[in-house]
T-cell receptor, first 115, second 116 residues
Framework: ETGVTQTPRHLVMGMTNKKSLKCEQH?????MYWYKQSAKKPLELMFV???????ENNSVPSRFSPECPNSSHLFLHLHTLQPEDSALYLC??????????????FGSGTQLSVL | GENVEQHPSTLSVQEGDSAVIKCTYS??????FPWYKQELGKRPQLIID?????GEKKDQRIAVTLNKTAKHFSLHITETQPEDSAVYFC?????FGGGATNKLIFGTGTLLAVQP
């Protein structure tokens, strides 16, 4: 257990549904991330939050909406998704310092299937 | 923006042999290069990382080398064991400090299979 917990582990949804992915980190980190992992593609950075402020939005469609209510929790709200959005969604956290980038701790991911 | 290319996409070795995975990056300002291992059905986990002020780093059977001039870095695993079988991802970022965050850009991954 790395201290980053994601729920649910699996999610099947229709294109008209609205659902949310949840991530919680127990490591006291100051940054949280959403990554998308599709087969035969690199891990794609979606969103970055630092000290609860969004500092990166990597040209992600508006049908994905992140929320970071505090430094320990991160959500990804999903609505009117497309079948090509089916993938493993990974949450991660890190403790970033003025000295630079630090190690990412990943959650186990949510395997999303859009029908 | 940063682009990271990783080769090979698959690698099969015999137990005890060495394995080498190579990555190139495009942004010369990148200064942090981690390697993550992802076993089947599990989360990616950091196995080793290197910063741009160092040319090589070792940790038991694994080592990473960095060539800043050529903008490439490599993962070396010696005396491979079946439990080394996994997908390995390289990544690069410019951890721009000042409390800013880590924008890691990942390679496409290498599936390493160690045959007993």
């Amino acid at each position: 257990e790395t201290g980053v917990t994601q729920t649910p582990r699996h999610l099947v949804m229709g294109m008209t549904n609205k659902k949310s992915l949840k991530c919680e980190q127990h490591l006291g980190h100051n940054a949280m991330y959403w990554y998308k992992q599709s087969a035969k593609k690199p891990l794609e950075l979606m969103f970055v939050y630092s000290l609860e402020e969004r500092v990166e939005n990597n040209s992600v469609p508006s049908r994905f909406s992140p929320e970071c209510p505090n430094s320990s929790h991160l959500f990804l709200h999903l609505h009117t998704l497309q079948p090509e959005d089916s993938a493993l969604y990974l949450c991660a956290s890190s403790q970033d310092t003025p000295g630079g980038a630090e190690k990412l701790f990943f959650g186990s991911g949510t395997q999303l299937s859009v029908l | 923006g940063e682009n990271v290319e990783q080769h090979p996409s698959t690698l099969s070795v015999q137990e005890g042999d060495s394995a080498v995975i190579k990555c190139t990056y495009s942004d010369s300002a990148s200064n942090y290069f981690p390697w993550y291992k992802q076993e089947l059905g599990k989360r990616p986990q950091l196995i080793i990382d290197i910063r741009s002020n160092v040319g090589e780093k070792k940790d038991q059977r694994i080592a990473v080398t960095l060539n800043k001039t050529a903008k490439h870095f490599s993962l070396h695993i010696t005396e491979t064991q079946p439990e080394d079988s996994a997908v390995y991802f390289c990544a690069a970022s410019k951890g721009f400090g000042g409390g800013a965050t880590n924008k890691l850009i990942f390679g496409t991954g290498t599936l390493l299979a160690v045959q007993p």
